[in-house]
């Protein structure tokens, strides 16, 4: 069955840092691009970072460029997210999802999703 | 304010057929294809439609995609109260280099 499970969330003071970690089985993970895509409580989603199959290419949403880095462990199938500078609108429930990277990009697998709270 | 615009809500009766819509640019929807999202209450987003008008397996053919120019559309027919949820359109934005959600839609059926 595929899978992905994140992990590594919880309570973190205003400014300070957090890595989420997303396990990845039941597919070959090397060969498939990964997103984070988080989720205020009550609102929608929001796209955070995208990392390409050898992690060569990285992307990010403009509300997290600069604090925030992608990266990925092909041989430990795990993919993480370094979030640094955290403030209270970076409270949210963070998905990790696989990428189909046909010509659509879409994401076919999604996480349950991690939360993080920021606070004072 | 989300790149793409969908309307905040939509309603109709069990068995009736809603439409909903997803509104972009050149950018983004004009020049990508349209991926689709359903969010049960408490859970993880799920792939609906894929490639504007492609379901994944065990996705029923009551639901469907379409896209034209810079805008696209996601239909539910035979509705059933399982359906009320949040649906969420996607795609690839080139000028951002990033990915673009809609605002959200939440289904309620009445």
């Known amino acids: 069955e595929v899978q992905l499970l994140e992990s590594g969330g919880g309570l973190v003071q205003f400014g300070g840092s957090l890595r989420l970690s997303c396990a990845a089985s039941?597919?070959?993970?090397?060969?498939?691009?990964m997103r984070w895509v988080r989720q205020v409580p009550g609102k929608g989603l929001e796209y955070v970072s995208g990392?390409?199959?050898?992690?060569?290419?990285?992307y990010y949403g403009d509300s997290v460029k600069g604090r925030f880095t992608i990266s990925r462990d092909n041989s430990k199938n795990t993919l993480y997210l370094q979030m640094n500078s955290l403030t209270a609108e970076d409270t949210a429930v963070y998905y990790c999802a696989k990428v189909v990277t046909t010509e659509g990009y879409y994401m076919d697998v999604w996480g349950k999703g991690t939360t993080v709270t920021v606070s004072s | 304010q989300s790149v793409l615009t969908q309307p905040p809500s939509v309603s109709a009766a069990p068995g009736q057929k809603v439409t909903i819509s997803c509104s972009g640019s050149?950018?983004?929807?004009?020049?990508?294809?349209v991926s689709w999202y359903q969010q049960l209450p408490g859970t993880a987003p799920k792939l609906l439609i894929y490639e504007n008008n492609e379901r994944p397996s065990g996705i029923p053919d009551r639901i469907s995609g379409s896209k034209s120019g810079t805008s696209a559309t996601l239909g539910i027919t035979g509705l059933q109260t399982g359906d009320e949820a949040d649906y969420y359109c996607?795609?690839?934005?080139?000028?951002?280099?990033?990915?673009?959600f809609g605002g959200g839609t939440r289904l309620t059926v009445l």
């Open positions: 039941g597919f070959t993970f090397s060969s498939y691009a």
């Open positions: 996607g795609t690839w934005d080139n000028s951002l280099s990033a990915w673009v």
């Open positions: 050149s950018s983004n929807i004009g020049n990508n294809y």
């Open positions: 990392i390409s199959v050898s992690g060569s290419h990285t």
